[in-house]
Antibody, heavy 121, light 111 residues
Framework: QVQLQESGPGLMKPSETLFLTCAVS?????????WGWIRQPPGKGLEWIGT???????YYNPSLESRISISIDTSKNQFSLTLSSVTAADTAVYYC??????????????WGQGTLVTVSS | QSALTQPPSASGSPGQSVTISCTGT?????????VSWYQQHPGKAPRLMIF???NRPSGVPGRFSASKSGNTASLTVSGLQAEDEADYYC???????????FGGGTKLTVL
C-alpha cells in the first residue's frame, strides 16, 4: 500500500521560494507511475500544479509554469516541488499524489494528507 | 483555460439518486474521454471515484457511476448514504498544453 507524506515550511513571506517534498513509502518511485502536485486554497477548489513521470518527464500547469519546477529523487524515494516568488495567492493546502495506473498523467488515486502553506508578511 | 462548470450544490434523501453535472468545452470534456471525479470530505484529501469517464478504481462502491455526453459529464450517486455527503470535483484532460483542469466543486448534502 503506497503512502505519501508532504513536508514543507508552513509559513512563508511574499517573494520567497517554496520547497515541498513528498516522501513515498510502500512503493519504489523508480518502478513507474506518474507523481503529481495539486493545491487547494482555503475554502476553494482544486488546482493541478504539475506531474512528473518516474523517468523525470515533467508536465506543468501553464499558469504556473514560469515559477515551478518538479523533480524526483529516486535515492530518497521522494519527489519535490519548487515554487518561486510566492504571494498570498499561493496560500493553499498542497497535496502530492500518485496516478491511478502507471500510464496516466492526470488521474490520482493515492494522495498525501496535504500540507498547509501560508504566505503572509 | 477556464475551469469546468459544476452546480455549487446538490442534495437528496437517503436511498435516492442524485446526479451532478460538469460542463466544459470541446477542448476538454468534449474532446477526450478523460473525465475524472473526486470526492472530498472536510479536512481530508480528495478520493478518486471515477476515471476515464466511467471507470471505478478498486474499492469504490458500485453506487457511483458516471457518463459523458458532448461537452458535459455527469456523476450519479445511487442509493444515497449519509457518508456520501461531501464535495465532489470533476476534472478533465485539456490537451497537451493545459493537461488537467478541475471544476469548481459541488457540495452534496444528504437530507
Amino acid at each position: 500500500q503506497v503512502q505519501l507524506q508532504e513536508s514543507g515550511p508552513g509559513l512563508m513571506k511574499p517573494s520567497e521560494t517554496l520547497f515541498l517534498t513528498c516522501a513515498v513509502s510502500g512503493y519504489s518511485i523508480s518502478s513507474g507511475y506518474h507523481w503529481g502536485w495539486i493545491r487547494q486554497p482555503p475554502g476553494k477548489g482544486l488546482e493541478w500544479i504539475g506531474t512528473i513521470f518516474y523517468n523525470g518527464d515533467t508536465y506543468y500547469n501553464p499558469s504556473l509554469e514560469s515559477r515551478i519546477s518538479i523533480s524526483i529523487d529516486t535515492s530518497k524515494n521522494q519527489f519535490s516541488l519548487t515554487l518561486s516568488s510566492v504571494t498570498a495567492a499561493d496560500t493553499a493546502v498542497y497535496y502530492c499524489a500518485r496516478s491511478v495506473i502507471p500510464a496516466t498523467r492526470i488521474n490520482f488515486a493515492s494522495w498525501g494528507q496535504g500540507t498547509l502553506v501560508t504566505v503572509s508578511s | 483555460q477556464s475551469a469546468l462548470t459544476q452546480p455549487p450544490s446538490a442534495s437528496g434523501s437517503p436511498g435516492q439518486s442524485v446526479t451532478i453535472s460538469c460542463t466544459g468545452t470541446s477542448s476538454d470534456i468534449g474532446g477526450y474521454d478523460y473525465v475524472s471525479w473526486y470526492q472530498q470530505h472536510p479536512g481530508k484529501a480528495p478520493r478518486l471515484m471515477i476515471f476515464a469517464v466511467s471507470n471505478r478504481p478498486s474499492g469504490v462502491p458500485g453506487r457511483f457511476s458516471a457518463s459523458k455526453s458532448g461537452n458535459t459529464a455527469s456523476l450519479t450517486v445511487s442509493g444515497l448514504q449519509a457518508e456520501d455527503e461531501a464535495d465532489y470535483y470533476c476534472s478533465s484532460f485539456a490537451g497537451e498544453n493545459n493537461l488537467l483542469i478541475f471544476g469548481g466543486g459541488t457540495k452534496l448534502t444528504v437530507l
